[in-house]
């Protein structure tokens, strides 16, 4: 098993940035696909980032950057010039292939919560 946890999360405002972090740990290797997902209330969860071929949701494109030191075991989001639209529970998670469905993943973090207001 791969246990992910995510840190950063909090309440900005719009126009600031946060970066969350998630930390693997258990059978982890760079091998796994990491990615983003995201799920506001009444909504369902959605993808936001994939860091293997960096791809993104055109919601976030431009604004936010997904990385991963293999060292440390960690995956990133940098999130800028936030909006209150991405106000939302931000789950990371791992799979074995490159993906933007949840689907593929395997493992999930439990979730931190990002509250943007204007």
């Known amino acids: 098993q791969v246990q992910l946890v995510e840190s950063g999360g909090g309440l900005a405002q719009a126009g600031d940035s946060l970066r969350l972090s998630c930390a693997a740990s258990?059978?982890?290797?760079?091998?796994?696909?990491m990615g983003w997902f995201r799920q506001a209330p009444g909504k369902e969860r959605e993808f936001v980032a994939a860091v293997t071929w960096s791809y993104y949701a055109a919601s976030v494109k431009g604004r936010f950057t997904i990385s991963r030191d293999n060292a440390k075991n960690t995956v990133y989001l940098q999130m800028n010039s936030l909006k209150p639209e991405d106000t939302a529970v931000y789950y990371c998670?791992?799979?074995?292939?490159?993906?933007?469905?949840?689907?593929?993943?395997?493992?999930w973090g439990q979730g931190t919560q990002v509250t943007v207001s204007s």
């Open positions: 258990g059978r982890t290797s760079s091998r796994y696909h």
């Open positions: 998670a791992a799979g074995y292939s490159p993906s933007y469905s949840e689907k593929d993943y395997n493992y």
